[in-house]
């Protein structure tokens, strides 16, 4: 088992597009934090967390895949950029994009700040989306 952050990183790409929940699982102390920065109360503490999250998501997804298509490696910290693909039960596209920052001891996860999001398919109309984002919030609720 290689144990730096790019180890990890391969054998975490490897045991999810192997669905082996285990091993996804065991690249994770029992202590890991993630944070969601976007999404704070998405955020946890715990790799029985990591396990829930995994079953739901092979059991979701069943042909789910992986691919790390960057990374930067600083001492204990590995910058990755993931896409993750595959097909909901109900027939859905699934496609997710973002970046997870690891913390890596000892070839385990003890910490990462995740930005992995749903890929956007919108209408590719930017200065709709900017203006989306600046614009003051509907009191009645619509967006």
């Known amino acids: 088992m290689a144990t730096g952050p790019d180890g990890f990183v391969a054998q ?4 999810v597009n192997d669905h082996d929940l285990d091993a996804v699982v065991g690249l994770f102390t029992a202590d890991y934090q993630n944070q969601t920065p976007v999404h704070p109360a998405r955020s946890f503490t715990g790799r029985e967390q990591v396990r829930r999250n995994w079953e739901t998501i092979f059991a979701a997804v069943p042909d789910v895949s992986v691919v790390v298509i960057a990374r930067a490696i ?3 910290t590995v910058w990755t950029e993931w896409t993750m693909d595959g097909t909901r039960r109900d027939g859905a596209e699934q496609h997710l994009r973002g970046v997870v920052i690891f913390t890596v001891v000892d070839g385990q996860a003890t910490a990462a700040r995740f930005y992995l999001e749903p890929l956007d398919s919108g209408d590719g109309d930017v200065n709709a989306t900017v203006d989306a984002l600046v614009q003051p919030p509907h009191l009645d609720g619509r967006p």
Do not use: H, I, Q, S
Request: hydrophobic share 45%; aromatic share 0%; charged share 30%.
């Open 74 to 76: 600083g001492d204990d």
């Open 12 to 15: 975490l790409v490897t045991a």
